[in-house]
């Protein structure tokens, strides 16, 4: 079982930057490969990056296509996504997830494991 925490969440202008963590806790960490959705109210939830167990490769939905970069460091059981040029298309609550490394490649939400709890980003213009 993994238990997942985001932050970094919060109020920041169009064209800004922000830092989310997700924060693991349970067994086999690197079991693991990690993943970024996020949910605007009304709309479905939506794929934004993910990247394998490893580091080594990642992949992202087209909304964070070159401006988001997902990263993840093992030894402190964190996954980050850095988000640079924000837009206001981008509020949404942002959620951490965990699937097994067998299950990469999926952007499908219902395919993904675990959970965080999630974090509000908001873009003003």
């Known amino acids: 079982q993994v238990q997942l925490v985001e932050s970094g969440g919060g109020l920041v202008q169009a064209g800004g930057s922000l830092r989310l963590s997700c924060a693991a806790s349970?067994?086999?960490?690197?079991?693991?490969?990690m993943g970024w959705f996020r949910q605007a109210p009304g709309k479905e939830r939506e794929f934004v990056a993910a990247?394998?167990?490893?580091?080594?490769?990642?992949y992202y939905g087209d909304s964070a296509e070159g401006r988001f970069t997902i990263s993840r460091d093992n030894a402190k059981i964190t996954t980050y996504l850095q988000m640079n040029m924000l837009k206001p298309d981008d509020t949404a609550v942002y959620y951490c997830?965990?699937?097994?490394?067998?299950?990469?490649?999926?952007?499908?939400?219902?395919?993904?494991?675990?959970w965080g709890q999630g974090t509000q980003v908001t873009v003003s213009s």
């Open positions: 997830a965990a699937i097994l490394t067998s299950g990469w490649g999926t952007s499908r939400a219902d395919d993904w494991d675990h």
């Open positions: 349970g067994r086999a960490f690197s079991m693991y490969a």
């Open positions: 990247i394998s167990w490893s580091g080594r490769s990642t």
